[in-house]
């Protein structure tokens, strides 16, 4: 039988204990909070990662399995129907019990019996760990999403961490990277791990169009609201104008204050807006409008990934940001790839389902785990999410440009 890479374990330990570590500065009560219904209480993904392990692993695969707590197939599923019954997602919250401490008696007695099976695993098995790792890495990313939002509801605006690192800051005014288009393949081409959703590699058509070389800046969206951006129906899709207006939304999420004392609540606690640094958490719609007040569009994920690959090899230059800043806006609706193929049995919920009413992010952010992202990877969320690290970079075709 083929064995599992016997780095698999040591990667396995670190994966998981990073989890733990972006948990430790919290309370138990900030673990328990869901802030709203698109958001999980910390205590619930820790939770949920590690029933990905029992249920898709040691279930099918650990001799005279029996489960850490039954209860638990039922609390901690999240959407995946082929396993049966889900607690409802918007009462996550309510899970008060069982405690953060039983949580983690539950992910260390998984951990044992995963590092047992791990010492004699096949490679189908060995496949399905570095699936349930790469999950649980998009879920420490949520991780920092959800409690930042849980902490800006806090009247105190509380810090999660006290010392905000050196931010990346932006200079000089926007530039344009030309390409020439043309027959590009897309997709993943490697036979080493990626989700279902960046196969299977293809063949796209693109016209001559310029990205942006930077990030859009918090300075760049504030002379979009001095100039009436949030204001004016013309730079709007008709849903986003309804959307705005109904939700009386002004600026980005997490801006507080006016004219010359804006704010941000940020993970390290309010801060003085810095104009250098890119914008984060934009809806969709947000990009899109500022796009047009700017005279240019999103680009397409076609066009992103396309010149990310060419400004990685050093076939063309000055693309920056592409990753580590934030998740990238593209104005191609989320749906499969010609001749996708979702998994067999309950992993094919992982991405196929949810392949509507959502559009393609692409890059990453500055809280997604390092290693995490490649310049395939496919993110998507609906057009009003702003909960997560969201910016934007423009695109322009070659005939808008002239």
Not at 5 to 25: C, F, I, K, N
Not at 313 to 323: I, P
Not at 381 to 388: G, I, K, S, Y
Request: glycine share 8%; hydrophobic share 40%.
């Amino acid at each position: 039988m083929l064995k599992a890479d016997s780095g698999l374990a040591t990667r396995y330990r670190a994966v998981r204990q990073h989890t733990l570590e972006l948990a430790a500065p919290l309370s138990d009560e900030d673990c328990c909070v869901q802030s709203m219904p698109d958001a999980s209480p910390v205590k619930w993904h820790m939770a949920h990662t590690t029933w990905f392990f029992e249920t898709f692993i040691l279930e099918r695969h650990e001799r005279d399995f029996r489960p850490f707590h039954p209860a638990f197939r039922v609390l901690f599923n999240s959407y995946y129907n082929g396993i049966g019954d889900k607690h409802p997602r918007p009462q996550r919250g309510m899970i008060t019990r069982p405690g953060r401490g039983d949580v983690l008696a539950y992910r260390r007695n998984v951990d044992e019996r995963m590092l047992a099976l791990l010492a004699d695993a096949g490679g189908d098995v060995a496949a399905l760990v570095e699936t349930g790792l790469q999950h649980e890495q998009q879920h420490q990313e949520l991780i920092l999403t959800d409690l930042k939002h849980m902490l800006s509801m806090n009247p105190l605006a509380p810090a999660y961490r006290a010392e905000p690192p050196a931010q990346h800051a932006l200079h000089g005014d926007m530039a344009w990277q030309s390409f020439e288009g043309g027959v590009v393949e897309i997709g993943y081409p490697d036979s080493g791990f990626c989700f279902d959703n960046e196969t299977p590699r293809h063949r796209q058509f693109l016209e001559p169009f310029s990205l942006a070389t930077r990030l859009v800046t918090n300075g760049d969206f504030l002379r979009f609201i001095e100039d009436g951006g949030y204001r004016n129906p013309a730079l709007w899709l008709s849903e986003g104008w309804d959307w705005v207006n109904a939700n009386r939304i002004a600026h980005p999420l997490y801006w507080h204050g006016d004219g010359p004392d804006w704010q941000e609540f940020t993970l390290h606690g309010m801060q003085p807006l810095a104009p250098q640094r890119p914008a984060v958490h934009l809806s969709y719609f947000e990009a899109d409008a500022y796009a047009r007040w700017a005279g240019a569009r999103l680009p397409t994920e076609a066009e992103w990934e396309h010149a990310a690959l060419a400004s990685m090899q050093g076939s063309e230059t000055g693309l920056a940001e592409l990753f580590d800043v934030a998740w990238q806006w593209t104005s191609s609706s989320y749906a499969p790839y010609p001749g996708y193929a979702p998994l067999q049995g309950a992993l094919g919920e992982y991405n196929g389902k949810f392949m509507v009413n959502q559009y393609v992010l692409r890059g990453s952010s500055s809280a997604t785990p390092a290693g995490h992202s490649r310049v395939t990877y496919r993110n998507f969320f609906p057009a009003t999410a702003r909960w997560q690290f969201t910016g934007l970079r423009l695109a322009r075709s070659a005939a808008a440009a002239r």
